[in-house]
């Protein structure tokens, strides 16, 4: 069975840390880009951060890069986002997901597994 199972959402002020970590089983971890993606109230939902497992090519979208940091460990099939000064904004359910490598790299549409999310409100 493909799960990939999110942690580390909660409460946080503005300013402030968390990191996310996706735990991954059931299928070839190593062939698949790894990713966040997030969906805040009344928005559609985009992707935040992807790793590829082939090439080690990173993706950020332009609002988190510089405070968000995505890693990957291939030998416990665990992927972490580190997020540093979290923002109002980025308050969102916060989903990790799995997809090809190339050429739909990190995109919403082609990612083929998806966790069940995870909540983070960042308070002002």
């Known amino acids: 069975e493909v799960q990939l199972v999110e942690s580390g959402g909660g409460l946080v002020q503005a300013g402030g840390s968390l990191r996310l970590s996706c735990a991954a089983s059931g299928f070839a971890f190593d062939d698949y880009a790894i990713g966040w993606f997030r969906q805040a109230p009344g928005k559609e939902r985009e992707g935040v951060s992807c790793?590829?497992?082939?090439?080690?090519?990173?993706y950020y979208e332009d609002s988190v890069k510089g405070r968000f940091t995505i890693s990957s460990d291939n030998a416990r099939n665990t992927v972490y986002l580190q997020m540093n000064s979290l923002e109002p904004e980025d308050t969102a359910v916060y989903y990790c997901?799995?997809?090809?490598?190339?050429?739909?790299?990190?995109?919403?549409?082609?990612?083929?597994?998806w966790g069940k999310g995870t909540v983070i409100t960042v308070s002002s």
């Open positions: 790793v590829s497992s082939k090439s080690g090519v990173t």
């Open positions: 997901a799995a997809g090809p490598n190339d050429p739909e790299f990190c995109l919403d549409y082609a990612m083929t597994y």
